[in-house]
């Protein structure tokens, strides 16, 4: 039998092992918001970052670029994730509420990949094509040497850095009002599979189970695939950075995380995930 003193003593043990739970610190959290483009990406890094670093705890949610950085404006993440450049307009807002102009890493590099049904029997456009048919000039797959039938646009909403770096870079003007405009890549791709008429852009990493089509710079130069090679060596003509942007200059965890990202761990991951590394 224990003695009184014993007892005493193992209470007062258990006691003291609560209170340090209770005091114990939670996990610092790190919110991630925007790019649909590099969500999957984003959620990836998060999960094996966590693995290795239980005491971190890191949310990621997608949205669009344009969302991300709304939201890092509005104090309501951490990191924006961004296909896209930051804007003027929202570097001054930014300017104005924190007297930053914000911090932007290059965080891995991309493809806009453009995709085709299986069927069709245009495999290469140039960029100048690709403009026309995103502008609406060129409506029928024969005035690109495919069959007679009109063309079906497909692409990603206003809110999305693909969509703003592919009017910027490739449409050069208005799409054309009969583009249907779809929440993501990967609805993208899928409205594609379903329909031989169709046309779609998005990031590389979302290309599996339709064709890809390659992309001239002109009419005299050799059409290109999104590879890590043409990406590296810039010869694919519709790369892009894709970015992270945060308030101020990283500290503490946030800094550990982007640095852990941009180390050959998280570049390893940028790989696996059919992206191609930032340097």
Not at 33 to 44: C, E, R
Not at 235 to 240: A, C, E, F, K, V
Request: hydrophobic residues 40%.
């Amino acid at each position: 039998m224990k003695t009184l003193k014993q007892k005493m003593v193992a209470l007062i043990v258990v006691l003291l092992s609560m209170t340090g739970l209770a005091f114990s610190p939670a996990p610092e959290r790190i919110t991630v918001k925007g790019s649909d483009t590099m969500v999957i990406l984003a959620q990836k890094w998060a999960e094996v970052y966590m693995k290795s670093n239980p005491g971190a705890a890191i949310q990621v949610t997608g949205g669009g670029s344009g969302t991300g950085i709304s939201a890092l404006i509005n104090g309501a993440t951490d990191i924006a994730i961004s296909s896209r450049k930051m804007k003027r307009t929202e570097m001054d807002k930014m300017k104005q509420k924190y007297n930053t102009l914000g911090v932007e890493i290059a965080c891995a590099k991309d493809g806009i990949t453009v995709f085709l049904h299986p069927s069709n029997k245009v495999k290469e456009l140039t960029l100048k094509q690709l403009g026309q048919i995103y502008r609406g000039e060129i409506k029928n797959w024969k005035e690109v040497g495919g069959a007679d039938q009109k063309i079906k646009l497909y692409g990603r909403e206003n809110s999305s850095g693909t969509y703003v770096f592919f009017q910027e870079h490739v449409v050069e003007g208005d799409y054309a009002p009969s583009c249907q405009t779809l929440p993501g890549t990967a609805a993208v791709v899928n409205a594609v599979k379903k329909d031989p008429n169709a046309i779609g852009y998005g990031g590389a990493a979302y290309a599996e189970g339709i064709e890809i089509c390659k992309v001239k710079k002109d009419a005299n130069s050799p059409g290109v695939l999104a590879t890590a090679e043409t990406i590296k060596n810039d010869t694919y003509p519709i790369s892009r950075y894709l970015f992270m942007y945060i308030k101020n200059k990283p500290t503490g965890e946030l800094k550990k995380y982007i640095d852990w990202i941009l180390s050959p761990e998280g570049q390893k991951l940028v790989v696996d995930m059919g992206y191609f590394p930032v340097k």
